[in-house]
């Protein structure tokens, strides 16, 4: 064998057996993917994970969450947490705490899908804000209505009360 080849040889061995240290990750009818343990399709595949989670395993999963962001606040560690709070109803979800946690969201460190996904999540958010004030602003409008309709009925009832006083009277003078 020529010293040539021997060397693409080894280098090509060399290659495969580095490889071969990352983990196999088949993301189901897709061509398999190499996961490194962190990016978008790692998040939302945590997230999946938790849809079928009874209330109280969910809140368990919400806490070690946060620990582990608490204690290493990686990009990573940042978005499981983010996507849990902003996709789940109280008690769980908690959208201005993820809101929060997205300020300190490291572009740097991430990768574009990483970064479009902030920005998906962060336009979410905001529509989710806009839509919960103009609701509130409703149920604000209605809660008025509902009060001057009360003041109106107890006004009406003083009236029809005032005018049947004043009827009584009336047929009793007549007498």
């Not at 060399?14 to 061509?31: H, T």
């Not at 990768?111 to 920005?119: G, T």
């Not at 003083?158 to 004043?166: N, R, S």
Request: glycine fraction near 4%.
């Amino acid at each position: 064998m020529s010293m040539t080849r021997f060397l693409v040889m080894s280098v090509v061995a060399a290659l495969l057996a580095g490889c071969s240290e990352l983990p196999y990750y088949n993301n189901g009818g897709f061509a398999p993917v190499i996961d490194s343990g962190r990016g978008v399709n790692r998040w939302l595949d945590d997230l999946r994970e938790t849809r079928a989670m009874p209330p109280e395993l969910l809140r368990q999963t919400l806490e070690v969450w946060d620990r582990e962001f608490q204690e290493n606040p990686t990009v990573n560690n940042r978005m499981r947490l983010v996507l849990l709070l902003a996709t789940r109803e109280p008690p769980v979800g908690d959208r201005e705490r993820a809101r929060e946690l997205l300020v300190g969201f490291d572009a740097e460190a991430a990768s574009d899908s990483e970064c479009e996904l902030v920005d998906i999540m962060w336009q979410s958010l905001d529509e989710i804000s806009e839509k919960n004030s103009k609701i509130n602003e409703v149920n604000k409008i209605v809660a008025d209505r509902d009060r001057r309709i009360e003041e109106l009925e107890q006004q009406l009832q003083a009236l029809t009360t005032i005018e049947q006083h004043i009827q009584q009277r009336d047929k009793t003078g007549d007498d």
